[in-house]
T-cell receptor, first 112, second 113 residues
């Protein structure tokens, strides 16, 4: 079953611009994670935000979480061509030990 | 650390054949997950193990799919008989209890002709 849904499905920007991707989910969560996938590769963890946090930063990444709206956003500032990839949000159910459920992802294309 | 290791990297087979995908999780990780990725359905959870015990296999499509984890360092996903609709990229991922972050392998690209 799909828990997280990203929006938009695809995003094209120029280098230096900011990229914002959104994620909505359906049930209560312990945490929400964002992953990145380069073409032909496995997913790589970017950042985790817990249900009691509202905002988190890591380098050029900024993640927000609104549990009342069941939504999250990932902002990549000053994007680079190397940021071109697919980005996925993943959520767990609010109980220990359950697996991550992934959305279908946002494909980001950054042109130089 | 070598990360999560999957083999083979690519598999091309004919309909009706048995396919076995293999995964070696990161040493010390006690959770192992199998996911399948397609354009149409995205990344789907198939099954996951905790301490080598299957916890939730509700995502396994049908009886043609089976997964085992005989020890902490090895898991297999078997499809018998394979069908063209099984064509996808199959990912293995692992983590340990104290950290919710998943580590993914490079995946197995399966093509069933």
């Amino acid at each position: 079953s799909q828990q997280g849904e990203e929006d938009p499905q695809a995003l094209s920007i120029q280098e230096g611009e900011n990229a914002t991707m959104n994620c909505s989910y359906k049930t209560s969560i312990n945490n929400l994670q964002w992953y990145r996938q380069n073409s032909g590769r496995g997913l790589v963890h970017l950042i985790l935000i817990r249900s009691n946090e509202r905002e988190k930063h890591s380098g050029r990444l900024r993640v927000t979480l609104d549990t009342s709206k069941k939504s999250s956003s990932l902002l990549i500032t000053a994007s680079r061509a190397a940021d071109t990839a697919s980005y996925f949000c993943a959520t767990d159910a609010a109980q220990a030990g359950t697996a991550l459920i992934f959305g279908k992802g946002t494909t980001l294309s950054v042109s130089s | 650390d070598a990360g999560v290791i999957q083999s083979p990297r690519h598999e091309v087979t004919e309909m009706g054949q048995e396919v076995t995908l293999r995964c070696k999780p990161i040493s010390g990780h006690d959770y192992l997950f199998w996911y399948r990725q397609t354009m149409m359905r995205g990344l789907e959870l198939l099954i996951y193990f905790n301490n080598n015990v299957p916890i939730d296999d509700s995502g396994m499509p049908e009886d043609r799919f089976s997964a085992k984890m005989p020890n902490a360092s090895f898991s297999t996903l078997k499809i018998q008989p394979s069908e063209p609709r099984d064509s996808a990229v199959y990912f293995c991922a692992s983590r340990w209890t104290a950290n919710e972050k998943l580590f993914f392998g490079s995946g197995t690209q399966l093509s069933v002709l």
